[in-house]
């Protein structure tokens, strides 16, 4: 049986990062800005994402890891579904060697030290953006979940994603505002 698989629609939510590295005590703040919605030409339906707060805070610690203030609400609403598609949601990064890059120094902050979970999804535990899904680059995703629509029409569903920064493997950091995009992406098909 030949089985065709095709996204209906899609939704988009960047989130700009933003991390400031003093000497010895670290910060970071992450900034969660809506984009665009994008629905493909054939789709009957919508599917959207939204992401609050706008902003996750972390105090941070050389070679060690942080986890954010609060965690990232991301709700995700669909319509015009059909019984047994799926919906996935994912988180990714362009680059798995820049999740973050110095604006000053230039050294980069690889998915490897960027963590989710999502204990409603996929990632139960914390689990780096390395994987490699159907959106984002090779090596700098983490699928947060996919379900099956068990009916047609509407449903939402909302989730908690919380996010820390891991620099245990990393050397010493320069002093500098480290930025970088994390998107998230919801796909039904």
Do not use: H
């Amino acid at each position: 049986m030949l089985q065709i698989v095709r996204p209906l629609y899609r939704a988009a939510i960047f989130a700009l990062l933003v991390l400031a590295l003093p000497v010895e005590v670290m910060g970071q703040a992450v900034r969660v800005i809506p984009k665009r919605m994008i629905r493909a030409a054939d789709a009957t339906g919508t599917l959207s994402v939204s992401v609050t707060p706008s902003q996750v805070t972390f105090n941070l610690v050389a070679r060690g890891a942080a986890a954010g203030n609060t965690p990232v609400s991301i709700t995700t609403s669909w319509a015009g579904a059909t019984a047994g598609s799926v919906v996935c949601l994912y988180g990714y990064f362009t680059s798995s060697s820049t999740a973050l890059a110095g604006n000053v120094s230039g050294v980069a902050l690889p998915t490897s030290a960027i963590f989710g979970q999502m204990t409603t999804g996929l990632p139960t535990s914390y689990t780096a953006f390395t994987q490699t899904n159907s959106l984002g680059a090779a090596g700098a995703s983490l699928k947060l979940f996919s379900q099956t629509l068990a009916a047609s029409g509407s449903g939402s569903r909302t989730d908690a994603l919380s996010l820390t920064i891991d620099l245990t493997s990393l050397p010493k950091l320069p002093a500098d505002t480290y930025t970088g995009t994390l998107v998230i992406e919801a796909q039904e098909f």
